[in-house]
């Protein structure tokens, strides 16, 4: 393989992984100003829920923040807030990258280290 035609590959691969797009996804829109009580106190139910998660209730009380502490807070949510909270719940992630993210920025440096490689040659 010629170094033209190397150069030329390793092009179309670095521009075919900056046509992957952007790790996002669609967001719900808010919801309806006349929420009901019922919706309110069910959504409440749903974050207090996961706020007493053993995992989650150790992270908080790392960052400083005391089971009354996120009680207070979680009562002071708008209605349209605490309902936008309680639907996007399982959209939370952990700190840090997922798996795939980790996947595609090794590919990208993979590409970049036989771009450099390419280069110097």
Request: no cysteine.
């Amino acid at each position: 393989m010629s170094k033209r035609s190397y150069m030329l590959f390793v092009l179309v691969l670095v521009f075919a992984f900056a046509a992957i797009p952007a790790f996002a996804g669609p967001a719900p829109s808010k919801t309806a100003a006349n929420q009901s009580i019922d919706s309110r106190d069910a959504d409440l139910s749903v974050v207090r829920d996961v706020a007493a998660n053993e995992q989650v209730a150790r992270v908080l009380a790392a960052n400083g923040f005391s089971q009354e502490d996120v009680e207070k807070r979680l009562a002071q949510l708008s209605s349209n807030d605490l309902h936008q909270l309680a639907q996007n719940l399982d959209q939370l992630q952990p700190a840090g990258l997922t798996r795939q993210e980790w996947i595609w920025i090794g590919i990208g440096a993979l590409a970049a280290l036989i771009l450099v490689i390419a280069l110097t040659e």
